[in-house]
């Protein structure tokens, strides 16, 4: 059973229609960076709840959310109701393996592969000061279907001025021309082998380590193409190269 610690929405950012980010005030929550919780709100026969990435690191006091409303869904349409001020309902524990401590040691090429609100974990760990330690060569793989929804990329263009050889984004806008990102899916480029041209990274069973977060339809067209190149789904029991979290 899921227990709850009550929270408040501080602030709410609407990128474009139907794509927010908020931030909630709630007691400390202790989680690691790349990892989720549940967020709840109250109705009449007690409280609906999704899971939802934490976007913020865990010493920051607010956490942040990054969603998208699915117009036939029933959590997202409310979620997207709530303003500053609102009560919002958070699981008092987190989940989810998209974290450092699920790294392999050996590997040094640290991939993140987003499709929309899946750049939210990948964000967190960004933010830390560990992985910047830890790996020689970061890249950030993030694909929108337009330009107005690829959110948070001002933080990403900045990440990438302030490492300039260690950090690779490589914006992936798929429905229109935009000036910077390539017009085209990231499993398009990874079959071609452009993906590893762009980030100057070439996959290796030894040295890289991915994480994919997003659609199911990019994430097992993604492993797919992954596996024929040599590299294998990662578990707690069996380490692999592949770690994955999907949205729906
Ligand atoms: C571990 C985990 C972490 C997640 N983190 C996030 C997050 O950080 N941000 C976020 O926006 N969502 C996230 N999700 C998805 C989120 O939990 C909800 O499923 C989503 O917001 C839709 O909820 P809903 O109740 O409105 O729709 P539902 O009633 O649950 O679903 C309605 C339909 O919409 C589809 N659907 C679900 N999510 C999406 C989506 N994002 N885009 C398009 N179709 C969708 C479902 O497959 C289903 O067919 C996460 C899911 C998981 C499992």
């Not at 090429?109 to 933010?127: M, V, Y």
């Not at 290796?204 to 993604?222: F, K, P, Q, T, Y």
């Amino acid at each position: 059973m899921i227990t709850w610690q009550a929270g408040k929405i501080v602030e709410k950012k609407e990128w474009c229609e139907d794509l927010y980010s908020i931030k909630i005030e709630t007691e400390t929550l202790p989680f690691k960076a790349g990892q989720f919780a549940n967020i709840g709100i109250e109705i009449d026969d007690g409280i609906i709840n999704r899971p939802y990435s934490l976007v913020n690191t865990p010493d920051e006091p607010l956490l942040e959310v990054h969603f998208n409303t699915v117009k036939e869904g029933r959590f997202s349409p409310l979620l997207t109701t709530q303003d500053i001020g609102s009560p919002i309902s958070v699981a008092t524990r987190a989940g989810g393996m998209l974290t450092l401590d699920q790294v392999p040691e050996s590997r040094t090429e640290l991939w993140f592969c987003a499709t929309g609100t899946g750049i939210g974990p990948f964000l967190s760990l960004l933010h830390t000061t560990a992985i910047w330690q830890r790996f020689d060569k970061i890249i950030v793989c993030y694909a929108t279907k337009t330009a107005a929804e690829m959110a948070y990329r001002d933080e990403l263009n900045a990440l990438q001025l302030k490492y300039p050889t260690q950090f690779q984004f490589i914006p992936f806008i798929t429905r229109e021309v935009s000036e910077g990102a390539i017009h085209s899916r990231f499993t398009t480029a990874l079959a071609s082998g452009e993906l590893e041209t762009f980030a100057n990274a070439p996959l290796n069973v030894n040295s890289s380590h991915l994480m994919l977060c997003g659609s199911s339809a990019m994430i097992d067209e993604m492993t797919t193409l992954l596996e024929q190149k040599g590299l294998s789904r990662h578990s707690r029991q069996q380490p692999g190269h592949i770690a994955i979290e999907k949205y729906f």
